[in-house]
C-alpha cells in the first residue's frame, strides 16, 4: 500500500487510507480510501468505505483503472 501511495502521490494525487477503531469495535464498514486531485482531474474524487483493507485496495485499483490509470503497468 506505501508504495502505491507513493506511485499516486507522484502523479499529484492526495491519498488517505484509514482504519477506524470504534467502527472495528462495533463490526462497522472500518476501513477508508480516499483519492483526489493531481492525474485524477480537479473535479475527481473517489471515497470508499468498506469492511476489509482488501477491499478497499481493490475498489481503488478499479478506480484508478477506470481513470486510465495503472500503477502496475
Known sequence: ??????????????????????????????WMVLVSGGALGEDSFFRADLITADACLDSLLAHLESKGLSPFA
Open 1 to 30: 500500500m506505501l508504495e502505491l501511495m507513493g506511485w499516486l502521490a507522484e502523479r499529484g494525487i492526495t491519498t488517505v487510507f484509514k482504519v477506524d477503531g470504534e467502527r472495528m469495535i462495533e463490526r462497522r464498514t472500518a
